[in-house]
């Protein structure tokens, strides 16, 4: 069954560094998506995107943060400057149409900001 | 308010016992709704899709009540393997903005 890949799985910064974490989403989908868990928390949404473009993004997903796809197949979520605060887990998604259409998940990488 | 809503549980169940959940929505512009599950500090995977008209996938049964705004989940004969949490989701639609539930726990035991 085709998944959504995330590298890495564990990404270790100090505060102030850029990261940049990467997906590759299931290959025929068009629409691809951040998400963030903190731990304990809910998942919250960050960003969508479709056809080269930001569709929505959520208050949290501020200057500091961007999306590209560079190529066919990966998308990249960069974080310019971390705060302690971006620990979390972040998830990426893609789905193969808008509404109805599930979105599935990547299994994730952990970022911790000491 | 939460703009969805679920009781956090847990929800200790032995096997082979029926379990329900519930979810109220806020947003009644919410176009499409799912049950995802998710096992500790994994990623949300889908159980399935919850349509109007109620839907049935072998133990695991959905509802949606569009005019109360409720959706509902129900195990049958629940497995150890069911122990996880199961997260309300709902699709605002612009966007394709997925909103979430915190979950609810459910630990079945033998």
């Known amino acids: 069954e085709p998944e959504v890949t995330q590298t890495p799985s564990h990404q270790v910064t100090q505060m102030g560094q850029e990261v940049i974490l990467r997906c590759v989403p299931i290959?025929?989908?068009?629409?691809f998506y951040w998400y963030r868990q903190i731990l304990g928390q809910k998942v919250e949404f960050l960003v969508s995107?479709?056809?080269?473009?930001?569709?929505?993004k959520s208050e949290i997903f501020d200057d500091q943060f961007s999306v590209e796809r560079p190529d066919g197949s990966n998308f990249t979520l960069k974080i310019r400057s971390t705060k302690l605060e971006d620990s979390a887990m972040y998830f990426c998604?893609?789905?193969?149409?808008?509404?109805?259409?599930?979105?599935?998940f990547g299994d994730g990488t952990r970022l911790s900001i000491l | 308010r939460k703009e969805v809503e679920q009781d956090p549980g847990p929800f200790n169940v032995p096997e082979g016992a029926t379990v329900a959940f519930n979810c109220t929505y806020s947003?009644?512009?919410?176009?499409?709704f799912f049950w995802y599950r998710q096992d500790c500090r994994k990623e949300p995977k889908l159980l399935m899709s919850?349509?109007?008209s109620g839907n049935e996938d072998g133990r695991f049964t959905a509802q949606l009540n569009r005019a109360s705004q409720y959706i509902s989940l129900l195990i049958r004969d629940s497995k150890l393997s069911d122990s996880a949490t199961y997260l309300c989701?709902?699709?605002?639609?612009?966007?394709?903005?997925?909103?979430f539930g915190a979950g609810t726990i459910l630990r079945v035991k033998s």
């Open positions: 989701v709902v699709n605002r639609g612009y966007g394709n903005k997925l909103v």
């Open positions: 919850v349509y109007s």
């Open positions: 290959s025929n989908h068009l629409y």
């Open positions: 947003n009644s512009a919410s176009q499409s």
């Open positions: 995107f479709y056809n080269n473009e930001i569709s929505e």
């Open positions: 998604a893609s789905s193969d149409g808008k509404g109805n259409q599930p979105q599935h």
